[in-house]
């Protein structure tokens, strides 16, 4: 019969991790065809399963759509197009849009990005009025001036000029299909606009959606595995039976579901507890560490009576940890290069040998200190 209490303990940790890091909620506005689907994507820099598509979104209303990922919600508006009964209409539905949802933090929108395409060279007055209304609702917003590889210096400027007249504290940005194109006020800077006007656990949130910078993450990935590590060694001064190996690292299941939130891999959660697949690496897990435990950790401790003491516990933690840290690192990699995932060519018996050999080394390097 199958063990299922790490699935349980990982389902609930991630619920609770979840709970405490809410999901930013950003909309993208503007008109039709400025480029908004693409500035979403350029921003968090997602691999193409994920990426959001014209048209390809869930349907909220008839002018607004929703991309959700597992760090964030994001709103793509419709856009509106030429007349004055079609922009009024998307005035109307967005200012809707934000007055049914101001009164509860978690559908409140946080951040804003209105998208007005450099190549049209205008600013109309349906641009200054929805600005105008999202200045008054007090909801950080980033003009971004979209497709400046296809207009000219002169165009982009006149729109600042214009923009900064109506506006004169509004941020604004800029954005290039060609990423190639270096900006003074590009997508890495939006991006950290955006982090800035976020509180901190929808900061974190932003932060995880995004992969913008893989080696940051795996750093931060670090540091979360050391916070556990430390809670394990201290956890281990109440000896724990060998035989009980699993049920340490059952234990550890909050710090899988926040490296699992970190790396944005929600296919990971749902085939980790969907299809099995964490009962049954942590079950063998559990047996190889059991089996042996004295042989990967001579001389750690005492082992007196059968019992794991609190240097064998952080360097299980640690490998664990460690383990999936880096295997995740490699998934993103392989994802943002276009390749087809399969997780189980990941987590099948190559990963639980790596955590094996991460005991050895966590033993060597006594990461517990």
């Given at each position: 019969?199958?063990?299922?209490?790490?699935?349980?303990?990982?389902?609930?940790?991630?619920?609770?991790y979840e709970k405490e890091h809410p999901k930013p909620v950003i909309l993208v506005a503007g008109a039709t065809g400025s480029g908004k689907s693409s500035l979403i994507n350029l921003v968090l820099n997602l691999?193409?399963?994920?990426?959001?598509?014209?048209?390809?979104?869930?349907?909220?209303?008839?002018?607004?759509?929703?991309?959700?990922?597992?760090?964030?919600?994001?709103?793509?508006?419709?856009?509106?197009?030429?007349?004055e009964e079609q922009q009024e209409a998307f005035f109307t539905e967005i200012k809707q849009f934000i007055e049914e949802r101001k009164n509860s933090e978690e559908t409140a929108v946080n951040i804003i990005w209105y998208c007005i395409s450099t190549p049209s060279a205008r600013i109309l007055d349906v641009d200054i009025n929805v600005l105008r209304f999202f200045?008054?609702?007090?909801?950080?917003?980033?003009?971004?001036?979209?497709?400046?590889?296809?207009a000219s210096e002169e165009d982009a400027q006149a729109l600042k000029k214009i923009a900064h007249q109506e506006f004169p504290d509004l941020d604004i940005f800029e954005s290039s299909l060609d990423v190639s194109v270096q900006l003074p006020a590009g997508i890495d800077h939006l991006y950290q606009w955006t982090l800035d006007h976020l509180d901190a656990t929808r900061r974190t949130a932003f932060f995880y959606a995004a992969n913008r910078d893989l080696a940051q993450k795996l750093t931060e990935g670090e540091s979360i595995i050391r916070q556990h590590t430390l809670a394990a060694f201290g956890i281990g001064f109440t000896p724990i039976p060998v035989a009980d190996a699993p049920l340490l690292i059952a234990d550890q299941m909050t710090l899988?579901?926040?490296?699992?939130?970190?790396?944005?891999?929600?296919?990971?959660?749902?085939?980790?507890i969907g299809g099995g697949l964490l009962d049954?690496?942590?079950?063998?897990?559990?047996?190889?560490?059991?089996?042996?435990?004295?042989?990967?950790?001579?001389?750690v401790g005492s082992l007196a009576g059968g019992m794991i003491n609190g240097s064998v516990g952080a360097a299980l933690t640690w490998a664990l940890g460690t383990a999936v840290n880096t295997t995740s690192y490699k998934i993103c990699q392989a994802q943002l290069r276009g390749e087809r995932i399969v997780l189980t060519d990941y987590f099948n018996n190559d990963f639980i040998k790596l955590i094996m050999q991460l005991i050895t080394e966590a033993k060597n390097r006594q990461v517990w200190k």
């Open positions: 019969m199958t063990d299922t209490r790490y699935s349980e303990k990982f389902t609930q940790a991630y619920e609770q691999p193409e399963e994920k990426c959001a598509k014209t048209g390809s979104g869930v349907p909220v209303t008839q002018k607004m759509e929703k991309f959700e990922d597992g760090n964030i919600i994001v709103f793509d508006s419709k856009g509106y197009e030429t007349g200045a008054q609702q007090g909801i950080p917003t980033a003009l971004v001036l979209t497709q400046v590889d296809v899988l579901a926040r490296l699992s939130t970190l790396w944005g891999l929600t296919s990971l959660k749902e085939t980790l049954m690496v942590m079950s063998q897990l559990g047996k190889s560490i059991a089996g042996n435990l004295l042989k990967l950790l001579p001389g």
